[in-house]
Every structure is written in C-alpha cells, then in structure tokens.
C-alpha cells in the first residue's frame, strides 16, 4: 500500500520567516495530494492540495510543489504569523475504486512572536 | 451549513462498556470516514462509506462496528471498550471531488 513520509516533525521558525514542510509518498499511482492544518482540539481542515497533472498551486501565502519523478511535495508557507501554528499533515491519494487517503504523522509548526 | 458535526465531544468509557459516536454531514457527500488519531501516528482509517447502503473495513477496524444510516449520518460503534480503544475520532465526508472534509472531533478515554 501507499506509504507517506513527512519532515521535519517540529518545525520552529520566528514570525515572519517562512517555513518548508517535506512529504514523500511510494506509491507512483498516487495522483492528488491534500494538506490539512489541525488546531489544538480541532479537527483537520484542508488549506491546499495538488493534482499530478501541475508542478506547483499557491494561495497567498501558502504554495505547495509536486516532483512527481522524485515521488515527493512540499508546503511552502510565507510571512509566517503567530495564527500559522498548528499541526499540519500531507496526504496521498491512491487510484483505487474508494478516496482511501493516506496520511503523513505531522508536522507540529510553532511561529515564535 | 454546519458541515460535519460529531457527538459527543468528550466521553468516558469503563473497559467493557458499549457506546456509538454519531456523525452527520449536510454537504450532500457520498462518501463518509472515520478516523482515529493518535500521538506519532497520524490519522488510521478505520471504516468508510462510498456511498449510502455501503461499508469497508479500513486499516484499524477491529473493535469497531459501523452503520450508514442514510446519506448524511454515518456511525461508529464499540461493542466493548479496551483501553487500546482510548483516541481522539474523527468523522469526515467527501463528495465528488477528492477532498475530505472532517468533523471536530470526539475525544474518547477508556479505563
């Protein structure tokens, strides 16, 4: 089955910096890929994702890059501000007859004011 | 549109005891999810829905019971608690678009 890597698992960065978010994934067939960020007690929310068929998306200060050749993507986040802290997840979606939705282990962002 | 809500929010089981956690979308989604998540481990599916009248095991869905009770409200049972059973569970639904989206979660501990 698919299997999702992500790093770092902490990610401390001042405001205003940016931060990198790395993910790879196994499985070649594997053709949509969703972040989602998950405030304290909350659930996961979707805040981008990419198909197979496009490099790069950006939403404002959020960008996401897909090397489909190399099997990883990455979220990019600009500016960063104290409200960006959270939990943030990759995900990778098989082509298969039901949306299974792999999930990477996180990554637990802190912007330091 | 309230989206995905889930109850209860918070529950305390005694290991052997039974209860259903309840989960209704109103974005008109085929597809409902139940997940469990815990530290180091991400999000585990445990069961799914395609569509209404359908379900599959995930990955994790020992313990557990499922029933699509109509298009918009999916529900995760536990027969009989274990500690092993003790997790945050969250629902979420997708249409025909990929995306998923999820409900705020229910935070369980059994003891």
């Known amino acids: 089955g698919e299997n999702v890597e992500q790093h770092p698992s902490t990610l401390s960065v001042q405001e205003g910096d940016s931060a990198v978010i790395k993910c790879t994934y196994s499985d070649s067939a594997s053709n949509y890929f969703p972040w989602y960020k998950q405030e304290l007690g909350k659930g996961p929310q979707l805040i981008i994702d990419?198909?197979?068929?496009?490099g790069e998306k950006k939403d404002q200060r959020i960008a996401v890059t897909l090397n489909k050749t190399a099997k990883h993507f990455s979220l990019h986040i600009t500016e960063t501000q104290p409200e960006d802290s959270a939990v943030y997840f990759c995900a990778a979606k098989m082509i298969s007859g039901y949306q299974k939705v792999t999930f990477g282990t996180g990554t637990k962002l802190q912007v330091i004011p | 549109n309230a989206g995905v809500t889930q109850t209860p929010k918070f529950q305390v089981l005694k290991t052997g005891q039974s209860m259903t956690l309840q989960c209704a979308q109103d974005?008109?989604?085929?597809?409902m999810y139940w997940y469990r998540q815990d530290p180091g481990r991400g999000l585990r599916l445990i069961y799914y829905s395609a569509s209404e009248g359908t379900t599959d095991k995930g990955e994790v869905p020992n313990g557990y019971n499922v029933s699509r009770l109509n298009k918009r409200e999916f529900s995760l049972r536990l027969e009989s608690a274990a500690p092993s059973q003790t997790s945050v569970y969250f629902c979420a639904s997708s249409g025909d678009v990929w995306a998923q989206y999820f409900g705020p979660g229910t935070r369980l501990l059994v003891l």
């Open positions: 990419i198909r197979s068929n496009v």
């Open positions: 974005m008109n989604h085929n597809s």
